[in-house]
Every structure is written in structure tokens, then in C-alpha cells.
């Protein structure tokens, strides 16, 4: 026998509500008064909330419910309504909210009131999932009001609370964003929304008036929304697109700072493309994070100010923090114990379930830099007597002692990025004044890295370029820093290989002989150890879609060897390499056959890599070869007869790729034909002479530099040029 079922009736089942509002049984409660504060709250700033554990009261100074609208909003069968599904830095996202609502007062046999202009009613609800609305009495209150109780479950409005506290800092003003949706979603909208193009254009942000008239020409003027095709939807997002602009993450709202916390931020930008269509989504984030000392440590997470059913965990062993789960996880030294307060402002907030659990995954990187930053602001003011102790008697005790008081003046409370030589500059007086020491760059350098092994990368910090990549075909060499890698994007189809070379003065012997087109090869180096800009640039290559395979070339010598093994070792900081990564040698046994000149080592007991056989350690313990013992045409013969063995073939695309290739070639050079051709025919020389005959006079009788000099004041950053440039189109508008 088969038995259907219908959505809405899992909303009036404790057993199945939970999946619906992605929370246990016990929060049950709390999730219920939250979403009536969160609906109040979405109306108007003036709320309270009041509760003694058995009944609730959520109040909003709003203008009601209309009296025949009641028993659809608090009916359980209801469908989604389409403004929920507009998208906006809301508290309310999904519309699920009252259903949660009505579902709990069911399920639990509570009873559930609403107090709307000035009368009150009793919510009944019956078993086709509608809801049965009963006058009682008028009742002298304005506004809109919520009371209800959970039969034997008690309510706890601590999270309602929470979202009242939080309520405050600016808010989203603005309508949705064009921006905020990828062809499917936008599709969704049209099928939901009951009205017309125009209407439905109306909605978004910039788009109202003539502007939304103008978009609405695309199709009839009462052209009905659900009507559109996904191809006509498609071409309405992008019409709408050309008339606006993206909303920028400072729009969405704040918190901002509260009084006794330490408080930063940090904005960015995810994408959600488009599976079947042509346009992804660009979804805009603020991540606010909010530190105060507490008894114990623990970490709360907001969305949208309010708090979320699910926040990540936190462990605690000796000094140090660890915050993981729904896609969050950070690393936190400190002494004191903090409350950790997590606020994520952003119009779609991705979810692993109908109820509202987050999935932070695309913001980690933005939410951890908050947390670090926040945290070094409370540490900066807030030390510990047990640190300051701890942390005296050796250079690197001071160093580290200092270190985070360091970082924040370095960068300005976390406002701006610096590099290591300039937290070198503020630590060193420390240093001077506590041991009577100075304090050597090359020693600091060495304390730095060490701690972010075992702590994780300095949030904001950067290191000066020491290495290069040249790109073959392009003929390019990039100096390679941590600025220039995280700007740095892969040319599609122009390399699949890179030798990584200890020595940068090989690459003109191998590019002489034009090495790196002959083998689609890019030429890699940081002049000895890699540097952490150079293992983060493989990394970024390893991401890739393109195949890639790197090899690594050094001296035969231990520090050699070490080259190869710390340029793919797995740190705290820097888990496992991306890429696979080969070393080509120069080791001891092709030295020998080659009968290269062999050096003495000075320096005995050197650390040598651990990959290497016991033969060859106990050999590189008194001997070493360099790779210019080789004369040129030996270090080419080498390296190709590596390569001709053990590398792969050079690029060749697949068909679509050379396809389309082809076509722009022919595009691009019948354009410059028939371009040719036209400006022959229609004398386009004279044409511009002519045209600009009238304008000379005006060009010599025009005093320019005002002109460029108030542009300054309002466009600093421009070159002069800019002025210029818009001079000449408003010329040009009015001749």
C-alpha cells in the first residue's frame, strides 16, 4: 500500500518539526521566541519581549496585522510567500518562521494569541493544516503583539534577547540586488511572484521609476512575471543589471563596537555560479567579531544580528583556543578566557537544512582574519600577569612577549596590512630595552617563522619579494612576494610545468636556448629555501584546473637536499603541498658519473634531507657539488634529458579550447579588415580632422589645470590624465 504525505504536515510533530526547524526538541522553545523576535524586529526597532517561563510575549510598535490576513500568516500549509524569498540582509530568510511557530503550539498542545489594532484573537488551528481565527475582545494595545505558551514545555527567550541586544548599529536600507541572484535563483522569483515585469523589476535596488519602465520595454507592459521563460528570466537579470550597481558590503549593516569589547570587521565577496545559465551570483559579506573577558570561554554566532540555531564549537587546552564547525575554524593563543561573539551580515547565508543551519565554508578565511584581529586588540590591552612572567629572559621570550602588541600598532589596529621588516622595527626597542640586546633581523626572522609553524600565518602580514617567476611564451618575470602571489592568476593553456632552481642566474642559460617554450616550462626560484610566497604560489597553481608538475633542481649538497624537503614539508601552518612535486637532484651518484669537480665540506653535520639513502647522506657529509660545476652545455644536456624522460608532453588543449581559439583569431583579424576597409571607404581621416577643426580653439582657450586640480579633490588617487579624459567626453557630449 503507498501513502502520501504532504510537506506541511511535519510542522505539527515534535519528531518531525526538528528537521524542518534544524534544532532539537529542547531548543524547540527558544527557536520559537526567537522567530517571533526576529519577524518583530525585521518591522521596526521598537520590541519587547517578555517571558516567566510559561507564556511568551513578543511585542512590535508596528501597524498591525490586518484582521483577514491572520489565519493565512499562522497556517501551517501555507506556501512560501515570494517576499521571503527576496533576498536581503534580513533576519527572516527562508519564511519558515511562523510555521515553526504555529507547528510547536500543535505539537506541544500549547495555545497561541495575536493582539493586532487594538483586538485579540485566538489561533486555532485545524487538520487540513489552516488555522480557524476567533475573536475575543478588543484589547487596548497598539502595535502588533504575540502571546502563547508550549503545554508542558518550558520557554527560554534567551536567544529572543540576544537578537534584541544586537539590535542595534545601522541597518540594510536598500532593496535586493540583481547581484545577489545567479540565473536560476532569479528564475525562482519570477515563478514566485504574483504580478507583473514591471512590477517584479520594481523590487530591486536602483531599478524604480523610468529605470524600472525602461528594463520592463523587454516584454509587455503587463506581462505577467511567472510567464517568463528561464531564457526570458535570464535576460531580465542582466537588463537589470546594466541599471545598477553591486552593493557594496559597508551597505549591509553593523553591530559596530559596544561598549567593553573589542570589536573588528572584515568585508568580502563569494560567488554562487549558475549551473544551467550564464549569470553567478555575487553574494556580499561583513563579518563583525566581538571580544569581552568572560568566566569561561565560549563563542556565539549571529546572522544577520541574530542568533544563529547552530554556532561552531569551542575547545580549550592550556593557552590555547580552537573554534570549528559550520565551516568556521581558527586557532586562538590566549591566556583569558573571552566571549567570542561571531556576527555574519549578508543577504544569502548558504544552509545545510529547511532549518536555517549555516554553512560558513566560503567566508572562513574572512571570519578567522576577524577573530585574529580582535583577538590581538583584547591581548594588546589585556595581558596577563602569568604571560608577562612567562615570557621574560631570552630574546625570542621578548619577541614573543611583544608580538601581538607589535602586530596591532604595525597595522593600525588591524586596518592595514605591513610587512615583517616593519614589525621587526616596532619589537627591536623591547628587545634593546629588556636584555640590552639588539635584536638581528635575520634571528627575528627565524623566531617568526617558528611561531607561525605551530600557530598558523600572521593575519595582515606580508614578506618582501626574494624569488621570481617567468612565464614562457609571455615572456614575463614577476618578482614573487606575498602581495604579488595573492594578484597573481594562472595564463590559461600557456605552462604545465614549472622548475623550481635554487639559483636565479641559471634561468638566462635556460632561456638562451629557449628552455621554457620549448617544454611549456616556467622558470620558479627563491634563491635557496622557498619562501612562503613561493609555496603559496604552488599551492595557487595546484588549484588549478590545468595539470601541473613541478620539479626541483639544486646543489648537491645538504642544504641542497633541504631545499627540496622544506619546499614540500607539511607544517600547522601549511598543510600538505597541492601539487606533486619531483626532485630532479643534482644528487651524489650523477655528480660522480659526471665526474664533476667535487668540493670539501667545511661545515661538517649538516642536516641533510630525509628521503635520501644512508650512501648518500654518509657522501654529503664531507663532499659537495654545485650545479655551476656544470659548464652550460652540460646543465642543458642535464635538464633535458630529465625532462625528455620524466616530464610530461607539452600543452595541447582540448578540441573545444583550440576551437574557440580559432574563432577568435578569425574574429579578431576579420575585424581588423573589414575595419580597414570602412575607414578607407568613408574617409575617416579627414572625417576626424574635420571634426575637431571647430574644437581647437576651445582646447588653447581652455585654462586646464583647475580643472584637473579640483578633480583631485574629490579623486585623489587618479593619475591627471583622468580629468582629462572626462573633459574631453563632456567636450565631445555637447559638440
Known amino acids: 500500500m503507498e501513502f502520501k504525505k504532504q510537506e506541511w504536515t511535519q510542522f505539527r510533530n515534535m519528531d518531525t518539526l526538528t528537521q524542518k526547524a534544524g534544532v532539537s526538541k529542547n531548543d524547540i522553545p527558544k527557536l520559537v521566541a526567537k522567530e517571533l523576535t526576529d519577524n518583530a524586529l525585521d518591522i521596526t526597532d521598537n520590541v519587547d519581549v517578555q517571558c516567566d517561563g510559561n507564556k511568551l510575549f513578543v511585542w512590535n510598535g508596528g501597524t498591525g496585522i490586518p484582521a483577514d490576513r491572520i489565519a493565512e500568516l499562522f497556517s501551517i500549509n501555507r506556501p512560501l510567500v515570494s517576499t521571503k524569498l527576496i533576498k536581503l540582509p534580513t533576519r527572516g530568510a527562508l519564511g519558515n518562521g511562523l510555521r515553526v511557530v504555529v507547528g510547536a503550539v500543535i505539537a506541544t498542545g500549547g495555545e497561541l494569541f495575536v493582539y493586532s489594532n487594538g483586538d485579540k484573537y485566538k489561533i486555532d488551528s485545524l487538520d487540513d493544516g489552516s488555522s480557524k481565527v476567533m475573536y475575543l475582545d478588543h484589547y487596548p494595545i497598539s502595535g502588533t503583539m504575540i502571546e502563547l505558551s508550549l503545554g508542558d514545555y ?75 521563460s528561464f531564457e526570458d528570466s535570464e535576460s531580465l537579470l542582466s537588463a537589470i543589471r546594466d541599471h545598477s550597481k553591486p552593493v557594496k558590503a559597508d551597505r549591509l549593516g553593523e553591530i559596530g563596537e559596544i561598549t567593553d569589547t573589542f570589536y573588528s570587521s572584515v568585508s568580502g565577496t563569494y560567488v554562487l555560479p549558475s549551473t544551467k545559465g550564464k549569470l553567478s551570483a555575487e553574494i556580499p559579506y561583513k563579518i563583525e567579531v566581538l571580544i569581552s573577558p568572560r568566566i569561561y570561554s565560549q ?147 627565524t623566531v617568526i617563522t617558528d611561531h607561525e609553524k605551530e600557530n598558523g600565518n600572521i593575519d595582515g602580514m606580508y ?91 639544486h646543489d648537491c649538497d645538504a642544504a641542497g637536499t633541504m631545499i627540496y624537503q622544506t619546499l ?77 624522460q620524466y616530464a610530461c608532453s607539452k600543452i595541447v588543449p582540448q578540441e573545444d579550447v583550440l576551437r574557440g581559439e580559432l574563432k577568435n583569431k578569425l574574429t579578431f583579424q576579420a575585424k581588423e579588415k573589414i575595419q580597414e576597409e570602412i575607414l578607407q571607404a568613408n574617409n575617416y581621416e579627414n572625417r576626424v580632422e574635420q571634426y575637431l577643426q571647430p574644437l581647437i580653439g576651445e582646447i588653447f582657450g581652455t585654462n586646464l589645470s583647475p580643472i584637473v586640480s579640483k578633480h583631485f579633490e574629490t579623486q585623489p588617487a587618479d593619475l591627471w590624465k583622468a580629468p582629462i579624459s572626462a573633459f574631453a567626453e563632456k567636450m565631445i557630449s555637447l559638440h
Not at 164 to 182: C, F, H, I, L, M
Request: net charge negative; hydrophobic share 35%.
Open 154 to 228: 518550558p520557554i527560554d527567550d534567551s536567544w529572543a534577547q540576544n537578537a534584541v541586544y544586537y539590535n542595534r548599529g545601522e541597518k540594510y536600507k536598500g532593496k535586493t540586488s540583481a547581484y545577489w541572484y545567479n540565473s536560476e535563483g532569479f528564475y525562482e522569483i519570477t515563478q514566485a511572484f504574483d504580478g507583473t515585469v514591471y512590477d517584479l523589476v520594481s523590487e530591486f535596488d536602483g531599478c524604480t521609476g523610468a529605470k524600472a519602465g525602461q528594463i520592463a520595454k523587454l516584454f509587455d507592459k503587463n506581462y505577467k512575471a511567472p510567464n517568463l
Open 299 to 445: 563563542v556565539d554566532l549571529l546572522i544577520n544580528k541574530s542568533t544563529a540555531i547552530k554556532s561552531p564549537y569551542l575547545f580549550t587546552e592550556k593557552k590555547k583556543i580552537e573554534i570549528w564547525g559550520v565551516g568556521v575554524h581558527s586557532f586562538i593563543n590566549c591566556f583569558d578566557n573571552i566571549q567570542i561573539t561571531i556576527n555574519v551580515n549578508s543577504p544569502v547565508i548558504p544552509i545545510t537544512s529547511d532549518g536555517k543551519e549555516p554553512d560558513l565554508t566560503l567566508m572562513k578565511e574572512s571570519i578567522d582574519s576577524a577573530i585574529q584581529k580582535t583577538v590581538r586588540k583584547f591581548k594588546a590591552k589585556n595581558k596577563s600577569t602569568s604571560e608577562s612572567t612567562e615570557n621574560i629572559g631570552s630574546q625570542k621570550a621578548v619577541v614573543l612577549a611583544h608580538l601581538d602588541g607589535a602586530i596591532s600598532k604595525a597595522s593600525g589596529d588591524g586596518t592595514i596590512r605591513f610587512s615583517e621588516r616593519q614589525l621587526y622595527y616596532v619589537i627591536r626597542p623591547f628587545v634593546m630595552q629588556e636584555l640590552n640586546k639588539e635584536l638581528e633581523y635575520d634571528y627575528f626572522g
Open 463 to 553: 614578506r618582501d619579494c626574494r624569488g621570481s617567476l617567468y612565464t614562457p611564451h609571455l615572456h614575463q618575470t614577476v618578482p614573487m612576494g606575498t602581495l604579488t602571489v595573492e594578484q597573481y592568476h594562472r595564463p590559461e593553456f600557456i605552462f604545465n610545468k614549472v622548475l623550481y632552481i635554487e639559483k636565479e642566474g641559471l634561468f638566462e642559460i635556460l632561456k638562451d636556448v629557449r628552455f621554457p617554450e620549448r617544454y611549456d616550462c616556467a622558470l620558479l626560484t627563491s634563491k635557496g629555501y622557498a619562501s612562503r610566497a613561493i609555496k603559496d604560489l604552488l599551492d595557487l597553481l595546484g588549484e588549478t584546473d590545468e595539470e601541473l608538475e613541478v620539479y626541483c633542481i
Open 568 to 644: 614540500v614539508e607539511e607544517t600547522q601552518a601549511r598543510g600538505k603541498r597541492k601539487v606533486n612535486i619531483i626532485d630532479f637532484g643534482l644528487n651524489p651518484k650523477e655528480a660522480t658519473e659526471m665526474m664533476l669537480p667535487v668540493e670539501n665540506v667545511e661545515k661538517k653535520g649538516a642536516a641533510s634531507a630525509s628521503s635520501l639513502d644512508r650512501e648518500s647522506k654518509h657522501w654529503l657529509e664531507t663532499n659537495r657539488v654545485e650545479l655551476n660545476a656544470m659548464t652550460s652545455p652540460q646543465f642543458v644536456t642535464w635538464i633535458e634529458e630529465k625532462f625528455n
